[in-house]
Structure formats: C-alpha cells, structure tokens
C-alpha cells in the first residue's frame, strides 16, 4: 500500500479500508495463536514429563550407576529446555519457515523475478552456516555449564570430606578454571547469538533492497511490480525476525538438550517382562512335608564388560523352602553380582535361573520380585525423601492399610528401631532422608531389613545388612529375620 501511495501519488480508499480491516484482524488472530500456543505447549509438556518420568524408571541401574548427582540434575535441567524451549522455538520455526516459502514466491512474482528469490535461498544458506557454527559453540558451552554443575554438586556432597582431609589453600583448586571456561564459552556463544539476531534480519533488508536496484534503474517495470517486491523483502524480513528469536534462542538449545533427554525418552519404549498371563506362583505353605525346592541356578556366568573376566562362572545353586543360607567370600568375588542375578537386577550371559521351575520370561519381572527382595549393601539402598513409613511399607503397598501398619510397627520394635521412633517427634510421620531427619549407619541398616521382610517374599536376601551393627543390635536383627523370612540368604565377609 505504501509502495502504491508513492509511486501513483495518491491513494485509493477501498484498499486503505481492506488494508485496516486486516491489522483489526491481526488481533484477535494473535491472541489467539498465543492461547492455542499455551494450550498445546502445556499439553505436550505435561505428556513429555510423564514419559520422561517412566522412562527413568525403566532405566536399567548399571546405565546410571556411574552417574553423579550433578549429571542426573543436568539431565533434568535439560528436560525443562526441551519442554519450554522446544515447544515455543519450534513454533516460532514453523511459522519463519512458512513465510520464507511465501516471501520467496512473492519475491519471484516481482520486479526482482527469480534472481531477488535466489538471492533470498543464497541469504538462507549464508545465514545455515552461521546457525551451524552457533549450534556448536552453544553445545560446548552446554557441556561446560553440566561438567560444572557436576564438579560442584559433588564437592558439596564431600565438603565434610575436603574440610578435614584436604588443605585450605587447595580447597577452591580447579574451580577458578573451571569457571573461567564457562564463561569464556558464554562469551562466544553470546557474541554469535547477538550477530545472529542483528544479521539474520536487518542483514536480509539490505542485501534484499540492494538486489531491487537494478530493477528501480532500468524504469522497465510498474510500481506494481516494484510493490509487490519490496513488499516480499519486507515479508521475508519479518520471517528472519522470528526465525532468530525462535531458532537461535530457543529451538537450538531444545535440540542440544535432546541429547541428554533422548535415553529417558527411549527408554519408555522398552518392552517390559510381563510373563504369560496363565502363570501364577501360589503363595508359601508351611507344613511337616519336606521342603521343596524353589530356586535353580544352573551354570550362570556374569561379566560386566565383553572384554573382561567373567565375575561369575558356572555357578550353580540350589535353594529349598525354609533354608537358611549364608554366603561367604572375598571383596569382589561375585557375591553381590549373584544376588543381583538372583533378583532379576541383572541378566546373566549364560546359564539359567528358575523360580519353581519357571524362568524370568515366564513369570514377568514383576512376579518375579514378588518372590525374591534383595537388601542391597548400604552404598546402593537408599533412604528416600519422604516419612519413615513410606520408606518401611513403599515396597508392600502404598497407601498402607492398618494391618501393614501394625505389622511395620512390629518389626521396628523386633529389630530394635522402637527408640529410635520414640524420638522422633512425628513418629512413624517423621520425614526422613537427606532432608529430614538423619538415620545412622546401622539405623538405616535395619530399615532396609525392615523394608525387605515387609514385601512379604518367599526368599529374602540381605547383603553385608549385619556388618554397620553393635553386637545388641546384631543379635536382636538376627532373630527378628531368622523368624520372619520363609527363606534366608546372608550374604558376608568371611
């Protein structure tokens, strides 16, 4: 319209009037885009935290066993950019992408023709390239800021460890440099961005005017035509405009994150071991007839790498209802690799483990573990965030009844925990954990004893459990376990 105004001179009411009531039509159209735009971004939000949730769940241990704190927090970090990042940017994407394809028409329809829309095409690659060198510097500095925030969340958690056994003029030794590389990372990745943002657009607007001079000069073409091609420079600005702020800012970092995020987000897929639907393991009868048999090991072997030295080999086991079992070897001598085979927390390369004559495939992992509970070694059970009674009952049923109330109450006084509740302010309500009220070593001990007699399974299996306790407290869990599990496995050191 502007273009028309000025090369006839005058201007024509009827497309001034169709020229207003399409800005009065632009507000209520963006509006609501932006209510359509928060609808589908909380939505798909709401679904991407869901399956990233299940997806950590199904992660095997040995995948984030070697994992910090730091770097499973840097995970979640970058499940918020992939929700609040990707959703926007990719919207705003979308939408330059469209009306690059629109400004390129019009351009091709102008007084520029097909060259002013190759110029814009040759404009997009020059701007591709920019975008690739950004994307890299934006990923290092990423890796930086993870690296970083896993340096510091482990020195917080050994902080009592450095005050006391390392020299004050080495406390803070490697962070100075640490954090002068995130910071020269943010510097580039900053600088990139601010070109970025000032050339994909304003660059566009010189580079698409200059290409419209030949065509002003010659005289041979309408202001029409003039019209219609600054008009597409102007179209195809406004596309590099939102191409910046949603590529640049947002929609790279969702697809860096992406790279953190993406085995949680596969890992939902992964097939789960439900077992035929027929199978079913009746419940432990305990009677005067000879104990029958319950777990086969045949010939299982175990290693944790290819390449490396098998930690089980050809074992072999063979447990009767009612045993009573103790396990005995050296550090590293496959003892706890077995109890976690035994568990389903580890599948073996070779060999077979039955459960009343029924392989894992048969019965599902679920019925599995209802069979066998393993009390892992104090360094991997843990005493979640949450009251002392979620952490006794979570593996029986949640929300509890009163009759597993009752019995949790039992076994705390069995196995000598009953002080330890008359102190707390809250009892059994009390919040426990690294953010609530602190267990010792061997109180955590006989919680996790506690925890595996709850599940109320056949075999219970308690590693290195007895080794954090008093010879009093010793004795008093020894009993507690001895009447309560069906099946006991021990293992110890020598």
């Not at 607007?205 to 091609?229: D, E, T, Y």
């Not at 944790?304 to 030295?309: D, L, T």
Request: a neutral charge.
């Amino acid at each position: 319209m502007i273009g028309q105004a000025v090369f006839q001179g005058r201007v024509e009411m009827g497309w001034l009037i169709a020229w207003a009531l399409i800005l009065l039509t632009l507000l209520p159209l963006r509006l609501f885009n932006a209510w359509l735009q928060g609808v589908v971004a909380v939505t798909l939000g709401g679904l991407l935290q869901k399956r990233l949730l299940f997806g950590a769940l199904r992660l095997h241990p040995d995948e984030i066993r070697h994992q910090g704190a730091g770097q499973l927090m840097g995970r979640i970090f970058e499940s918020e950019a992939i929700e609040t990042m990707s959703l926007n940017g990719g919207v705003r994407g979308l939408t330059a992408i469209i009306e690059l394809i629109m400004a390129g028409w019009v351009l091709a329809l102008g007084a520029g023709g097909i060259g002013h829309a190759l110029l814009l095409l040759v404009w997009m690659g020059l701007i591709g390239g920019l975008l690739a060198r950004f994307y890299g510097q934006r990923r290092r500095w990423t890796v930086t800021r993870r690296d970083l925030t896993q340096y510091l969340v482990e020195v917080m958690v050994g902080q009592r460890t450095r005050l006391v056994q390392t020299l004050r003029r080495h406390w803070h030794r490697g962070e100075d440099d640490d954090l002068s590389g995130y910071v020269k990372a943010l510097d580039e990745v900053d600088r990139t961005a601010i070109i970025l943002e000032t050339v994909i657009s304003h660059g566009w607007l010189l580079v698409g005017l200059a290409g419209l001079i030949p065509a002003f000069v010659s005289g041979r073409h309408s202001p029409a035509a003039l019209a219609i091609s600054l008009g597409g420079v102007l179209s195809a600005e406004a596309a590099f405009r939102n191409l910046a702020l949603g590529l640049v800012n947002q929609l790279l970092a969702a697809i860096i994150a992406w790279e953190q995020v993406a085995p949680l987000f596969w890992a939902a897929a992964r097939p789960d071991l439900h077992g035929s639907p027929d199978t079913a393991v009746a419940a432990a009868q305990h009677s005067a007839a000879p104990a029958k048999q319950i777990l086969d090991v045949h010939d299982v072997s175990y290693r944790y790498s290819e390449r490396g030295e098998r930690v089980l080999d050809h074992c072999n086991l063979h447990v009767r209802s009612g045993d009573r079992i103790l396990l005995e070897g050296p550090s590293g001598g496959g003892k706890s690799t077995l109890a976690a085979v035994l568990t389903g927390l580890r599948e073996p390369d070779g060999g077979l483990v039955l459960w009343r004559g029924l392989d894992r495939l048969t019965l599902g992992r679920a019925n599995w573990r209802r069979q066998v509970v393993f009390a892992p070694q104090f360094h991997e059970n843990y005493v979640v965030g949450s009251t002392f009674m979620f952490n006794l009952l979570m593996g029986r049923r949640w929300p509890p009844r009163l009759e597993d109330i009752q019995l949790a109450h039992v076994l705390c006084e069995e196995l000598g925990l009953g002080e330890v509740l008359a102190r707390m302010p809250a009892g059994m309500l009390q919040a426990v954990g690294e953010t609530g009220w602190q267990l010792s070593h061997g109180e955590r001990s006989r919680l996790y004893m506690a925890r595996a007699l709850l599940q109320g399974a056949e075999l219970i299996i308690l590693d290195e459990s007895f080794a954090a306790l008093d010879p009093q407290s010793l004795q008093r869990a020894m009993q507690c376990v001895q009447d309560r599990a069906p099946t006991l496995l021990v293992i110890a050191h020598p």
